[in-house]
Structures are given as C-alpha cells and as structure tokens.
C-alpha cells in the first residue's frame, strides 16, 4: 500500500469564526492555518481564499498573494486551489485560481450540479468542459471532486471523451454533504470499485463524518481529506483550535492502522506530479 497522502482544506468558502474562531480570513491567518496542516503532516493544501472580513472570493490577486505566501513558509507545499469557489460564482470568476504564477500543480473540478445543503451547486456540463480545457491547456492535474454517486459517471464519460484530462485521474470522494451522497463506508466502497486501473483517490467526510471516512480510507488504501472547509470539531463538541489538530489526529488513526505518511515529494511520486525543481 502506498504511503497515506493527507490534504488539508483549510479554510473553504461557507464557514464562519463564529462557528469557530480558528477559522482564517486574512492572509496571515491562511498562512498560519496551512503551516500548522503541513507540520502535523498535511503533504496537500486544498485553498480557498477570503476578504478580510471573511467573504469567499476568487480573485487572482488574493490566490497569487496567498500562494507566496504559503510557499514561503511551505516551500514544498503541494496546493490545490479551489475552481469551485462559493454557490453562485459564474465559471469565470471561479477560473481565476488557475491564473497564478506559477501555474498551480493541480486544481479542483467539480463533477456536476448537486444540492448542497439549502442551495444548489451549479456545474453545468459547458461549465465543466471549460475547466477541463482551461486545466488541459495549462498542464494542470485535476483533482475531482465528486459529491455524488452518478459525478463518477458523468466526469468519467468527459474522460473518455478527451473533454477533462484522463489517466492517471485522482479523484476526492466528498461525502456527507446535506443533500448529496451520504458519508457511509457502502458508498465509499462503491464509488473506489468503479474508478479506472491506476486511479488515485481521496476520502472526505462532512462534519461528524470527517473521522470515520479518514480511518475507512485509511485501511483501504485510499487518501484523506480533513481541515475547517469540512469539519470544525476534533471530537464531539470539542472544537479544534487548528487546522494541524485535525491532521495530527488523522496521522494517530494512521500510525495506529499501521500506514505511513507520504510527504510532499512522496505525495509528488504516488499522484504522478513532477517533481519539484
Ligand atoms: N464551496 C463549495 C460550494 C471546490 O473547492 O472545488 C465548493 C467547493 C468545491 O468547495
Ligand atoms: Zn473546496
């Protein structure tokens, strides 16, 4: 089994320091939660960025600034900026985290219009061919991100068409989110079946999810995804102070499973990335 592979998604576009005040806005602030993820063993960050005063955007300035940021003091740092955003983003305003320097290792695709929670997130199969020619034009490796049973289908299908790039196609499995495709190890288990020979993939639980997802992912040779984007709580009603809480606790149910934990240039080898120069 390849070594486990944990992203950190930090920050996310809907949750509040009023759910918890750990949660970062500021660029100080994404820096300081990144650096934590990637200390505890966090060899990915998936990135979203805020205003200030905590609204989601997707400016490419802010993504330029919160990329050297984060670089600076996470030179190894694998990110994965965000091209989902917020609910109700227009495709081009979610495009613009592809538009920094350097261009990103890998980005986010989403794989399909679902619920989510009381709205709907909108990804039109034009919007969903134009990330894929955008990430293919820039030599960008997609993560998918699929939040429902029949995404793999449909993101599987553009595959085959040459619409997203394909092999070796690395997947984040994004279950439990209200609406979507429950968090249960049955539906886990599915969705892995069905992905191509040479695929890699990514677990994520929402919210009281988040644990039992990883330790499943963990024992099937699958990779893990936690941070404040999906979950706020170390355990039941005990609210994590950091990002790196949440990793740390993900790299205990590793040890104690007995699975090692790739770093960044481990992380680089097992997705097919190039390394870094
Ligand atoms: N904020 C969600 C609506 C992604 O990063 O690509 C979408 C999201 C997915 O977080
Ligand atoms: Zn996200």
Not at 74 to 95: F, K
Not at 191 to 213: K, Q
Not at 215 to 223: D, F, L, V
């Given at each position: 089994m390849d070594k486990l592979i944990i992203t950190a998604a930090?920050?996310?576009a809907e949750v509040t320091k009023e759910q918890n005040p750990a949660v970062p806005y500021t660029v100080e602030e994404i820096v300081r939660e990144a650096k934590s993820a990637v200390d505890a063993g966090a060899a990915i960050v998936h990135l979203h960025v805020r205003h200030d005063d905590g609204r989601p955007t997707q400016s490419r300035d802010r993504f330029q600034e919160c990329t050297e940021a984060i670089l600076k003091v996470c030179p190894d740092v694998i990110l994965i900026p965000?091209?989902?955003?917020?609910?109700?983003?227009?495709p081009d305003e979610r495009l613009?985290?592809?538009?920094t320097t350097p261009v990103p290792e890998m980005a986010t695709l989403d794989c399909g219009t679902c619920n989510f929670g009381d709205e709907i997130f909108d990804n039109t199969m034009p919007t969903m061919r134009a990330f894929g020619k955008r990430m293919m034009e820039r030599g960008i490796k997609p993560e998918y991100e699929c939040f429902e049973m029949g995404h793999l289908d449909t993101i599987l299908t553009m595959a085959r068409k040459g619409e997203v790039p394909a092999h070796p196609m690395q997947f984040n499995f994004?279950?439990?989110?209200?609406?979507?495709?429950?968090?249960t190890v049955d539906n886990l288990c599915w969705l892995v079946r069905n992905i191509p020979a040479g695929s890699t993939w990514t677990a994520t639980g929402i919210g009281r999810h988040a644990f039992p997802m990883a330790a499943a992912a963990i024992a099937m040779g699958g990779n893990v995804r936690v941070g404040f984007e999906d979950?706020?709580?170390?355990?039941?009603?005990v609210l994590a102070k950091s990002n790196g809480e949440l990793v740390a606790k993900v790299v205990r149910l590793a040890k104690e499973l007995g699975r090692g934990v790739a770093t960044s240039a481990e992380a680089r080898q097992i997705l097919n990335l190039k390394p870094r120069s």
């Amino acid at each position: 089994m390849d070594k486990l592979i944990i992203t950190a998604a930090i920050c996310g576009a809907e949750v509040t320091k009023e759910q918890n005040p750990a949660v970062p806005y500021t660029v100080e602030e994404i820096v300081r939660e990144a650096k934590s993820a990637v200390d505890a063993g966090a060899a990915i960050v998936h990135l979203h960025v805020r205003h200030d005063d905590g609204r989601p955007t997707q400016s490419r300035d802010r993504f330029q600034e919160c990329t050297e940021a984060i670089l600076k003091v996470c030179p190894d740092v694998i990110l994965i900026p965000s091209t989902g955003g917020a609910v109700g983003m227009s495709p081009d305003e979610r495009l613009q985290s592809t538009d920094t320097t350097p261009v990103p290792e890998m980005a986010t695709l989403d794989c399909g219009t679902c619920n989510f929670g009381d709205e709907i997130f909108d990804n039109t199969m034009p919007t969903m061919r134009a990330f894929g020619k955008r990430m293919m034009e820039r030599g960008i490796k997609p993560e998918y991100e699929c939040f429902e049973m029949g995404h793999l289908d449909t993101i599987l299908t553009m595959a085959r068409k040459g619409e997203v790039p394909a092999h070796p196609m690395q997947f984040n499995f994004v279950l439990g989110v209200p609406g979507c495709t429950p968090a249960t190890v049955d539906n886990l288990c599915w969705l892995v079946r069905n992905i191509p020979a040479g695929s890699t993939w990514t677990a994520t639980g929402i919210g009281r999810h988040a644990f039992p997802m990883a330790a499943a992912a963990i024992a099937m040779g699958g990779n893990v995804r936690v941070g404040f984007e999906d979950n706020l709580y170390l355990e039941r009603g005990v609210l994590a102070k950091s990002n790196g809480e949440l990793v740390a606790k993900v790299v205990r149910l590793a040890k104690e499973l007995g699975r090692g934990v790739a770093t960044s240039a481990e992380a680089r080898q097992i997705l097919n990335l190039k390394p870094r120069s």
